[in-house]
Structure formats: structure tokens, C-alpha cells
Nanobody, 130 residues
Framework: QVPLVESGGGSVQAGGSLRLSCPTS????????????MGWFRQAPGKEREGVAY???????TYADSVKGRFAISKDNAKHIVNLQMNNLRPEDTAMYYC????????????????????WGQGTQVTVSS
């Protein structure tokens, strides 16, 4: 199995909600994914990739200003799944969303460049209609 596989994307009307999930496989020895930084990123056609939400080892979360108050990242430690709850969706949220893991850090996961996140899922498409 691939280590990260996102799911839960789809098409919704503005104001609707979606929940993305990222179950992990591999890295089970030492539970490396869940003892390091995890994050969600998104990229729209013709736009730069941006970080959306991050979660540290201790559970501290950080959000992009554009989604703060609408999105929530969480971890299910029993099932080894990272979730992204997205509420009050807007057309500008339309993008491909990626789950990613940084094997080198445990705190301040929002800092640095996306290149620090070395493990990525295949992406799941989110489309929000006006």
C-alpha cells in the first residue's frame, strides 16, 4: 500500500461541508506519521500550492487565514487517520487537496516550505459551486 491516501472530496454548493480523510499505511513501527508533523495542502489550476492546516505532535493546530474558523484538522490516533473538516465552503476553496507528512519535525509544523513535507498522498478534488 501507499503510505498516504486521501479521500472525501467531491462537488458541493457554496455554504456546504465536506470531510477529507487521510488514512496512513506503512511507517507502523514507531508510528512515525503520528509522532511528526502532518498537514493539508491545496493547489488550484494556475495557482501556487498553499498550506491549509497543520497539526503538531502535541495536537497544536495552525490554519491559513483564508480558512480559519471554517476548517478543522484532527487526528484519530487509534485508526491512524488525519481528517480535515471543511465547513461554509466557498468557490475559492476549489482545488486539489493533499495530505502530507514531514518526517523531520514535531512542532511548529506551519513553518518552513512545503518541500519539508516529503510524503504526499495522490490528492482528492474539491469543487465548490456558486
Amino acid at each position: 500500500q501507499v503510505p498516504l491516501v486521501e479521500s472525501g472530496g467531491g462537488s458541493v454548493q457554496a455554504g456546504g461541508s465536506l470531510r477529507l480523510s487521510c488514512p496512513t499505511s506503512g511507517w507502523t513501527s514507531g508510528n512515525r506519521y503520528f509522532t511528526h508533523c502532518m498537514g493539508w495542502f491545496r493547489q488550484a489550476p494556475g495557482k501556487e500550492r498553499e498550506g491549509v492546516a497543520y497539526i503538531d505532535l502535541d495536537g497544536t493546530t495552525t490554519y491559513a487565514d483564508s480558512v480559519k474558523g471554517r476548517f478543522a484538522i484532527s487526528k484519530d490516533n487509534a485508526k491512524h487517520i488525519v481528517n480535515l473538516q471543511m465547513n461554509n465552503l466557498r468557490p475559492e476553496d476549489t482545488a486539489m487537496y493533499y495530505c502530507a507528512a514531514d518526517p523531520g519535525r514535531t512542532a511548529n509544523c506551519y513553518s518552513g516550505s512545503p518541500g519539508l513535507y516529503q510524503y504526499w498522498g495522490q490528492g482528492t478534488q474539491v469543487t465548490v459551486s456558486s
